[in-house]
Structures are given as C-alpha cells and as structure tokens.
C-alpha cells in the first residue's frame, strides 16, 4: 500500500510510510480522548461506550458479567459505500 500512496503523492516510500502511520496515529490519540475522526468521503471513527452484559462460557457453561468498555465505531461515508457495492 505504501507504493501507491507514494507513486500517487510523489513522495518517496519512507515518506509515505510516514505519513500514513503520522495519519493513522493521530486518528487513534483522537478516539482515545473519546473525539469523532471524519474523513470526508471515507467515513466516520467514534468511540461508544458498550454497557455490562451477562455472558456463559460454552466450555465450562459458567456464567459471567462482561463489563462495560469504549469500543472504536466505523461508519462509512457515502462515496465509500457507491465504490464497494
């Protein structure tokens, strides 16, 4: 993948690794603060919080209580959507 953004961007493939990981890095600081990350024409990143839920273990047929957590959400936008159908 780094080929192509650097053929693309011009840029050589250490700076197109670069800058793809500085992208990447900055979009996950964003979500750790709990922030929404909107790519115009990709999608959207946010963060949801998933509440407590009662689970059984099929080995052992235990039951547990997984506890709430933030999980990281993708919506895509609309130009991605038209490209994958």
């Given amino acids: 993948m780094f080929e192509v953004v650097a053929k693309k961007a011009h840029l050589t ?6 800058a ?3 992208l990447l890095d900055e979009v996950k600081k964003a ?3 709990g922030e929404k ?3 115009s024409g990709f999608g959207t ?3 949801t ?5 009662p689970v059984i273990v099929p080995r052992t047929k235990e039951r547990k209580i997984v506890k ?3 999980v990281a959400r993708f919506t895509p936008g609309k130009t991605l ?3 994958v159908k």
């Fill in 37 to 39: 990350v909107v790519l």
């Fill in 81 to 83: 959507k038209k490209a």
């Fill in 45 to 47: 990143f946010k963060v």
């Fill in 68 to 70: 709430g957590h933030r």
């Fill in 49 to 53: 919080r998933v509440k407590d839920k």
């Fill in 31 to 33: 979500l750790a603060k």
């Fill in 13 to 18: 493939k250490k700076a197109s690794r670069e």
């Fill in 20 to 22: 793809v990981e500085t």
